[in-house]
């Protein structure tokens, strides 16, 4: 290789790097991304399964198949009473699930471009939050996966000048 291309190159290799400390580097936020996936997986099963079964029923399927697990026995409810609570559950399970993947595309996105940063965590925090408000509090161990992901932003060590 000429002397020319030697300083060319390393020119090039020079100007790639110039935006980084040379000691910087990048952090693999691996445990939070499985802990993440396992979340986001789980609510998805959950809770868009059940919005997607209850919302392709119909009423005397729901009285017969859903609502005595879901709603117990109770000989004062009418099915269609069952019914509309049933399909109001599942609304809020759909509007939740989506606010959830919103919400952690938006977390991913700081944790993806920003990895030695906590402020990430925030986010998933409030992922968590919206699965417990959303899922009524009946998926609690969901959300208990993304206040562990919120905690590992907030323990783990950090750079120096990356407080946020």
């Known amino acids: 290789m000429s002397a020319v291309a030697e300083r060319s190159a390393g020119r090039a290799g020079s100007a790639a790097g110039a935006g980084r400390r040379p000691s910087a580097r990048r952090r693999h936020r691996v445990p939070e991304y499985v802990v993440l996936g396992l979340g986001l997986v ?47 559950l599942a609304a809020w399970f759909g509007t939740s699930l989506v606010a959830m993947l919103l919400v952690s595309a938006i977390g991913i996105t700081h944790m993806h471009h920003r990895p030695d940063r906590r402020s990430p965590g925030w986010w998933f925090l409030a992922v968590g939050l919206i699965c417990l408000v959303g899922s009524q509090l009946i998926l609690f161990p969901i959300a208990f996966l993304f206040f562990v992901v919120a905690g590992l932003f907030a323990l783990r060590p950090i750079s120096e000048g990356s407080l946020r």
């Open 42 to 88: 789980a609510a998805v099963v959950t809770m868009g399964g059940f919005t997607t079964v209850v919302n392709q029923m119909d009423e005397a399927a729901f009285g017969e198949i859903v609502a005595p697990v879901l709603l117990g026995e109770d000989p004062r409810r009418t099915a269609a009473e069952a019914y509309r609570i049933g399909r109001t």
